[in-house]
């Protein structure tokens, strides 16, 4: 649909990381100006996993831009 209806943009998506680097809470930052594609922003942000050798991760946050271009 976000192709059909030419929809680009970027996001910015806070990802709070439990400690074993799994995601523990996303939220918007800033938006493409698109549901649909901040939606898909926020679902992407969920399925991140981060490793740190010897850092507790526990409550540390990270920016994660995500990018929308149609080619």
């Given at each position: ?19 074993e ?7 918007l ?43």
């Amino acid at each position: 649909m976000a192709r059909h209806m030419h929809e680009e943009g970027n996001a910015m998506v806070d990802v709070v990381l439990g400690s074993e680097g799994q995601v523990a809470q996303v939220s918007l930052k800033s938006s493409t100006g698109y549901d649909d594609l901040d939606s898909t922003a926020l679902a992407a942000a969920r399925k991140v996993q981060c490793t740190a050798q010897g850092h507790a991760l526990a409550g540390t946050h990270v920016l994660l831009p995500v990018t929308f271009r149609l080619h």
